[in-house]
């Protein structure tokens, strides 16, 4: 991983500020009867009106399949990656995970949250809760100098303790110069898990995914979305954290 200088972490701050314009703006417009396309577009709107580019679209083209939308919308069971579309309308009573990113002055930062849609049942309610909390707990056991695995734990814990489980085939990252940079960030704890010590200037999207049910994910046909193996819901969160000499500060949430 390549550490952010001053500037850098500068930029990441007012690039997390645009972010979490552009999700408040989303996340007023979600209601029983609009389409996930409708969603995108707001965002993709919102993005270039604040002068920064939506680096979801376009991502992996280098690999033949490029996401053909600026953000991420995964319903219910559907645990990251939901594509956008004109036929997939949300509904009263959904779990809505929006997952975005752009790039501001050259820095990226990504973000996601998770909207209970009007009347849920206390256990999705729940869900919502605990995984928001499991990430909070997580950022809230990250020090310069401390562990990737205080983290893990941290979040790992909550979501056990509360009858959740974690989600292991998908992780948090390194971020700033691009999307997705190393270290890969695990949200739970295993044996021989590569141990990485957090630094002064790194950059990291922490976001746990918890589901209902089992650990357990599957890939879809489209090569894009993850959905529970059993079917169960599942929740998502996620923040931008950058790492200084004043401690970790959450660039995509407001005064944090």
Same mark, same amino acid.
């Given at each position: 991983?390549?550490? $952010?200088? $001053?500037?850098?972490?500068?930029?990441?701050?007012?690039?997390?500020?645009?972010?979490?314009?552009?999700?408040?703006?989303?996340?007023?417009?979600?209601?029983?009867?609009?389409?996930?396309?409708?969603?995108?577009?707001?965002?993709?709107?919102?993005?270039?009106?604040?002068?920064?580019?939506?680096?979801?679209?376009?991502?992996?083209?280098?690999?033949?399949?490029?996401?053909?939308?600026?953000?991420?919308?995964?319903?219910?069971?559907?645990?990251?990656?939901?594509?956008?579309?004109?036929?997939?309308?949300?509904?009263?009573?959904?779990?809505?995970?929006?997952?975005?990113?752009?790039?501001?002055?050259?820095?990226?930062?990504?973000?996601?949250?998770?909207?209970?849609?009007?009347?849920?049942?206390?256990?999705?309610?729940?869900?919502?809760?605990?995984?928001?909390?499991?990430?909070?707990?997580?950022?809230?056991?990250? $020090?310069?100098?401390?562990?990737?695995?205080?983290?893990?734990?941290?979040?790992?814990?909550?979501?056990?303790?509360?009858?959740?489980?974690?989600?292991?085939?998908?992780?948090?990252?390194?971020?700033?110069?691009?999307?997705?940079?190393?270290?890969?960030?695990?949200?739970?704890?295993?044996?021989?898990? $590569?141990?990485?010590?957090?630094?002064?200037?790194?950059?990291?999207?922490?976001?746990?995914?918890?589901?209902?049910?089992?650990?357990?994910?599957?890939?879809?046909?489209?090569?894009?979305?993850?959905?529970?193996?059993?079917?169960?819901?599942?929740?998502?969160?996620?923040?931008?954290?950058?790492?200084?000499?004043?401690?970790?500060?959450?660039?995509?949430?407001?005064?944090?």
């Amino acid at each position: 991983m390549q550490l $952010k200088n $001053k500037a850098q972490m500068d930029s990441l701050r007012e690039s997390g500020k645009r972010l979490e314009m552009v999700m408040r703006k989303v996340a007023e417009a979600i209601r029983p009867g609009v389409s996930t396309a409708e969603l995108d577009a707001l965002a993709e709107q919102t993005i270039r009106k604040l002068e920064s580019e939506p680096v979801f679209k376009g991502y992996g083209e280098e690999y033949g399949k490029p996401f053909p939308a600026s953000i991420c919308t995964s319903i219910n069971d559907e645990v990251v990656h939901g594509i956008p579309r004109k036929e997939r309308v949300v509904r009263e009573g959904d779990l809505v995970k929006i997952d975005m990113g752009l790039r501001f002055q050259g820095m990226v930062t990504d973000m996601a949250r998770t909207f209970a849609l009007g009347d849920v049942s206390d256990e999705a309610a729940r869900l919502v809760r605990v995984t928001e909390e499991s990430l909070l707990r997580g950022v809230s056991a990250v $020090k310069v100098g401390g562990r990737l695995s205080d983290y893990a734990k941290a979040v790992q814990h909550h979501v056990e303790e509360n009858g959740f489980s974690v989600v292991r085939d998908l992780v948090g990252h390194g971020v700033g110069f691009e999307l997705h940079e190393l270290p890969r960030i695990p949200n739970y704890f295993f044996s021989g898990m $590569k141990d990485a010590i957090f630094r002064v200037g790194m950059a990291v999207a922490f976001e746990p995914m918890v589901n209902v049910g089992g650990y357990e994910v599957r890939l879809g046909k489209d090569g894009w979305v993850f959905t529970t193996e059993d079917g169960s819901l599942s929740a998502h969160f996620e923040d931008t954290v950058i790492i200084t000499d004043h401690g970790i500060e959450i660039v995509t949430r407001s005064g944090k």
